[in-house]
């Protein structure tokens, strides 16, 4: 098999037909890039053929093949210009600004808060955010519009599930592994983000998606970054980063590394009311949890560029040491201290991607992670009774990406996809109980192996002014563990648009979502004498069926319906054991869950020193688990979430942000969660001609986000009061360096020398 799909790998990167793009770079004569000036493709017989706008270094690109074309350029604040050309580098097309004499007449213009390009929504994150408190690229995303962050993920409000790309290119890292590299990736190192609801195949991840496009230097410069952050967040901890750029017109190489203090504390005052045997024990205990380790991020990447040929290679590195977890629990029941030491936690990723003039992108992945850790609980029951457990634990993983896709433009803006991907992980993993346990479960050592391999076909049609779509239908075959499995993906996006002020947009997904490796081996671990953690074995992957609609009007009101389904969703939650005293978390696929709602997206900015952006959102959820121990669960209800972003700008280079979220009560399986809600404020200050930025924020000042959890469905009967020391402050100070650009110098005439 995997010979089979290497050979079909190579034949399809060798078959891929020729496609000539059409570029070309608008400029001032005054000097500089002229950005968003809309470029009009014309036949030689004045037909149109297309329209673009220009990026933030002046630059263009279409999808077409003409012998001969021409140009006209459009922009506010020059004199139009049209050229005519016979080769697809259109050059430098240089425009002269307009001068116009208003008197005391003042014009003001607004940049648009979203553009939709090719179905997807684009966002410049750097002006999105320009004024409020983010300190790298991972909390910018955070900050834009419909996006949150939810226990140490992103998510974005329609979608069941969210993925995060860099460059368009998959990766084969966890989404925590590649949130710390987000976290070292400055935010002036970002074009523009792209927000997708259903990501085209070409993305290969499936569902909705973020895909953060970073820039492109074609000078030679010399930037960088160094900064560091204080955070309090029940201890004191921080971090510290560094970040160097150096470009040429055909190279470029940038390197990073932060090193940074983590800790995570949770206090959980638990009730529970165990029946056994029809006898009600009140079970009462307090819960201490403290997590702290060093997280040591790397990466380096390289990245050539030759006119319309671009080869990039990155390797980046996460390693922990000094994790340890800590767990003290006592009450009328048991009194239990569980000690959890990491002994390695390491990750390595190396990365090689190739995009050709001839519409050919091409690329491979690999990953290596290794995680070892000991476990040493002691437990004291107040019946008298005393056990002790030792364990041993440990995974090992290897995972493998190569993709490769073809793309043809054809006239009047019709476009042909078609594409590879294949994905190999190989996981083991081991837990291993002491000789000296008397606490024991059952010792693992079990290995999985996962095939995924993918092809699809894909049409469809681009217009600025009208009707945009795109059809794709994917076909994956998948095998882990000798078991195999086919099956169709179809996947749709609709764009209408007749003026920028009117947008409709629409898409349509179907994907599979995937469990962790380590959720389906057989095993048990303790969490303390009364609380168990159990895996699945045989869990099973679910399928989700998504659908959104969203209406975007004058560039900046988003107004949106969605509806999610997904069948054999696989969620933990908790469960009063029937035949001993014992809670148990686990993973179980349940029969359905179903979202659908609508939202609204409503910024403001009544004086220019003041803007502010709401998010309003009403969901309807059912769900259903028939097979859920010996109880299961049936379950509908409507939650509402509400949110407000403010931003005060006092003079240019000092604002103050104050923001505030709030979330009725929901239900989870047989949890109700209650009102969750959140109230945060932050400076930032400019210095050294904006190089400089020191920035504070107070993260969650009542520590309300977390709500209380309560069960009683069913003779399950339990209360959480949840107290996550979400609450944090923290202090960070930037300072950019370079900007370095080397001096153009006029070139000497020598055709009149020389014999």
Request: overall charge neutral; glycine content about 8%; charged content about 20%.
């Amino acid at each position: 098999m995997n010979r089979t799909l290497l050979t079909l790998f190579l034949l399809f990167c060798t078959v891929a037909v020729s496609a000539q793009n059409i570029t070309g770079r608008v400029e001032s004569r005054e000097g500089g890039a002229v950005a968003d000036a809309n470029v009009v493709l014309l036949s030689k017989d004045s037909l149109l053929l297309d329209v673009m706008v220009t990026d933030a270094q002046g630059k263009f690109s279409f999808e077409h093949k003409a012998d001969t074309f021409r140009l006209v350029v459009h922009h506010l604040a020059f004199r139009p210009r049209e050229v005519a050309c016979t080769s697809g580098n259109a050059g430098c097309i240089l425009l002269e600004p307009i001068d116009v004499a208003l008197g005391d007449i003042v014009v003001k213009g607004e940049r648009p808060l979203v553009k939709v390009e090719d179905g997807k929504l684009s966002y410049d994150l750097r002006h999105l955010v320009k004024d409020k408190v983010a300190n790298n690229t991972y909390e910018a995303l955070a900050k834009l519009p419909g996006v949150s962050e939810d226990n140490g993920k992103l998510t974005l409000v329609g979608a069941s599930s969210l993925s995060v790309i860099i460059n368009g290119k998959p990766t084969t890292m966890t989404a925590e592994q590649f949130n710390f590299l987000l976290k070292t990736t400055p935010v002036d190192r970002v074009e523009k983000v792209e927000v997708m609801y259903s990501a085209p195949p070409e993305y290969h991840v499936r569902g909705a998606a973020i895909n953060v496009v970073l820039k492109k230097d074609t000078q030679y410069s010399l930037q960088g970054e160094v900064g560091g952050t204080y955070r309090n967040k029940f201890y004191s901890e921080g971090e510290a980063h560094a970040f160097l750029r150096v470009t040429s017109p055909k190279h470029a190489f940038d390197i990073m590394y932060s090193a940074d203090r983590v800790s995570d504390v949770q206090d959980i005052d638990m009730v529970s009311l165990h029946t056994l045997n029809g006898v009600v024990h009140d079970i009462r205990q307090l819960q201490k949890i403290r997590n702290t380790a060093w997280v040591h991020n790397t990466r380096a990447s390289y990245e050539y560029n030759s006119g319309k040929n671009n080869i990039a290679a990155s390797y980046s590195r996460l390693y922990r040491h000094d994790h340890e977890g800590f767990s003290h629990s006592s009450g009328n029941f048991q009194v239990s201290d569980n000690h959890k030491k990491v002994n390695s936690d390491d990750m390595h990723n190396f990365s090689l991607s190739a995009k050709l003039g001839i519409g050919l992108s091409a690329g491979a992945d690999y990953t290596m992670y290794k995680n070892t850790a000991t476990q040493n609980m002691n437990v004291s029951y107040l019946s008298g009774s005393e056990l002790q457990m030792e364990q041993d634990a440990g995974q090992k993983v290897r995972a493998f990406n190569a993709y490769a896709d073809q793309k043809h433009a054809f006239g009047k803006g019709w476009t042909l996809g078609y594409g590879l991907s294949y994905r190999n992980s190989e996981s083991e993993d081991y837990q291993i109980y002491s000789a000296e346990s008397t606490l024991k479960g059952s010792d693992v050592n079990s290995s999985l192996s996962e095939h995924t391999a993918i092809g699809y076909l894909s049409v469809g049609k681009q217009s600025m002014m009208g009707l945009s779509f795109s059809l794709s239908a994917s076909l994956e075959y998948y095998r882990v563990n000798g078991r195999e499995r086919w099956t169709l993906y179809p996947q749709g996006s609709l764009t209408f648009m007749r003026n920028p002020n009117h947008i409709w947009q629409g898409t349509l997904n179907v994907q599979t979502l995937y469990p962790s490796y380590w959720q389906m081996q057989e095993g048990v671990s303790y969490i303390d004498g009364y609380a168990e953690l159990h895996n699945t074995p045989g869990l099973e992957p679910s399928k989700l069926y998504s659908f959104n609609a969203n209406y975007i009007f004058k560039q900046k009101y988003v107004f949106g319906a969605f509806m999610n389904y997904v069948n054999k969703m696989f969620a933990q939650t908790m469960y009063q054991c029937s035949d001993r005293l014992a809670l148990i978390y686990q993973t179980h696929n349940w029969d359905y869950i179903s979202q659908s709602g609508v939202l609204a997206v409503i910024p403001c900015s009544p004086v220019e020193w003041f803007n502010t952006r709401a998010m309003l959102m009403g969901i309807h959820v059912a769900q259903r688990c028939d097979n859920f121990f010996d109880i299961g669960f049936k379950d509908r209800s409507i939650i509402g979430v509400f949110s407000l972003d403010n931003t005060f700008k006092v003079g240019k280079d000092l604002s103050f942000e104050l923001n505030g979220f709030v979330q009725t009560p929901a239900t989870q399986g047989t949890f109700k969660m209650e009102t969750m809600w959140r109230v945060s404020a932050g400076a930032k200050w400019n210095f050294a001609k904006g190089k400089g930025t020191l920035s504070c924020f107070y993260n969650d000042i009542f520590n309300s986000t977390i709500g209380d959890m309560k069960m009683n469905y069913k003779g399950q009967n339990l209360l959480n009061r949840n107290d996550f020391h979400s609450r944090n402050f923290t202090l960070s100070v930037a300072y950019r360096f370079g900007g370095y650009k080397q001096k153009e110098s006029k070139e000497v005439d020598t055709s009149r020398f020389g014999h």
